[in-house]
């Protein structure tokens, strides 16, 4: 921001700012005309422009800080809603896990199945990614996320059958 008490004075500046193919804008505040640019690469041009390296340099490092905790902010983001769907994923399996055991018993699912459901009871918490690594042999992350969803399946068409009966 340029600050100036004179109409004229932030007219000039902001056509010469504007000179330089940037985008400067003026507004009043408490009887000052205030010239300003928004856009964060033509306050680094005119820091350029006018040779204030120094603060052209401060600018930068801010920026750049600013990226990292806004780039760190939506890998948290990220991560944090990944987790919440993960953590209920789990909990679903676990339940329709148990619904089976408790109707027909695991031991009635096909072996492949029963692997699967017994890691799942175990290992709560672990990914679709570290349960495969538990199988012998292992198998993928879609292998497991297929073999779970068989397993949900199984479950729903069970208390279909028993809200029928």
Do not use: W
Request: overall charge positive; glycine content about 6%; proline content about 2%.
């Amino acid at each position: 921001e340029f600050v100036t008490n004179r109409e004229e004075h932030g007219e000039d500046l902001s056509n010469i700012i504007n000179s330089f193919n940037l985008n400067s804008k003026i507004v009043i505040r408490k009887e000052n005309h205030v010239v300003y640019l928004k856009e964060g690469e033509q306050i680094a041009d005119i820091l350029n422009i006018i040779g204030a390296h120094q603060s052209l340099l401060k600018f930068e490092d801010i920026r750049i800080f600013k990226d990292m905790r806004n780039n760190i902010n939506r890998l948290v983001n990220c991560e944090t809603a990944n987790l919440g769907k993960t953590i209920n994923a789990s909990l679903r399996q676990v339940e329709n896990i148990q619904y089976i055991d408790n109707r027909i018993g695991i031991e009635k699912l096909p072996k492949n199945l029963q692997e699967i459901a017994l890691l799942r009871l175990k290992y709560r918490e672990a990914s679709l990614k570290e349960l495969g690594k538990m199988l012998e042999p292992p198998v993928g992350k879609s292998g497991v996320n297929h073999r779970l969803r068989r397993i949900d399946e199984i479950a729903e068409d069970l208390k279909g059958k028993e809200n029928k009966s």
